[in-house]
């Protein structure tokens, strides 16, 4: 029943090191999002896929990469994870397509990296 | 920069009052948004009103905007504790409505 899930709810890594970030919705919508939250509860967008494309991309170092084999998934790798990476991550799904402009959120993946 | 600042950044009322926060932006918007982020979850949508709309409600919860002072406002009345979160206004400019710049939020406490 859950509508935007991600996986895992938790990492732990060493600096260095690679992770990824699952994310599904099951609400049919055509837009996903990975947002970051860091630890003074500033969130911000980094990326949006729309239809499996990519719309939104900020200024986000390259050792960020997202992927969307489906529109109902949209995963977030990170490379050489460094210490200013610890944070929440955030997926969000939302219907853009009749401008229904809403976005659902996922429970968050908190990632600390020592 | 951030699109959305908050006030007041954190606020503690009783249960039973009336908490009102408030957000100031800077540039055109297509919508304005408020979501709600209890401690350790993600957030949840409570309203959306329209740059072509002055007020909206849901339930306990009144929505203003003001596009000439480019501020809203968000109204919980008579709160109970389970509203106690974090509050967050969220700005879509102009042209990309889907991307959403959040604000610095405001913290909401609701004390029996």
């Known amino acids: 029943d859950t509508a935007v899930s991600q996986t895992p709810k938790y990492l732990v890594t060493q600096m260095g090191n690679e992770k990824s970030i699952k994310c599904e919705q099951n609400l049919g919508h055509d837009t996903m999002y990975w947002y970051k939250q860091d630890s003074k509860k500033f969130l911000k967008i980094m990326f949006s896929?729309?239809?499996?494309?990519?719309?939104i991309n900020e200024t986000v170092p390259n050792r960020f990469s997202p992927k969307s084999p489906d529109k109902a998934h949209l995963n977030l790798h990170i490379n050489s994870l460094e210490l200013g990476d610890s944070a929440v991550y955030f997926c969000?799904?939302?219907?853009?397509?009749?401008?229904?402009?809403?976005?659902?959120f996922g429970p968050g993946t908190r990632l600390t990296v020592t | 920069s951030q699109q959305g600042e908050e006030d007041p950044q954190a606020l503690s009322i009783q249960e039973g009052e009336n908490a009102t926060m408030n957000c100031s932006y800077k540039t055109s918007i297509n919508n304005l948004q408020w979501y709600r982020q209890n401690s350790g979850r993600g957030l949840v949508h409570l309203i959306l009103?329209?740059?072509?709309?002055r007020e909206k409600h849901s339930g306990r919860l009144r929505v203003t905007l003001d596009t000439s002072k480019k501020s809203s406002s968000l109204l919980i009345t008579a709160s109970r504790a389970a509203d106690t979160a974090s509050y967050f206004c969220?700005?879509?400019?102009?042209?990309?409505?889907?991307?959403?710049?959040f604000g610095t939020g405001t913290r909401l406490q609701v004390t029996l």
């Open positions: 969220a700005t879509a400019f102009t042209g990309t409505a889907s991307k959403l710049t």
């Open positions: 009103i329209r740059s072509n709309e």
């Open positions: 896929y729309n239809n499996k494309e990519l719309i």
């Open positions: 969000a799904s939302s219907q853009v397509a009749g401008r229904i402009y809403e976005q659902y």
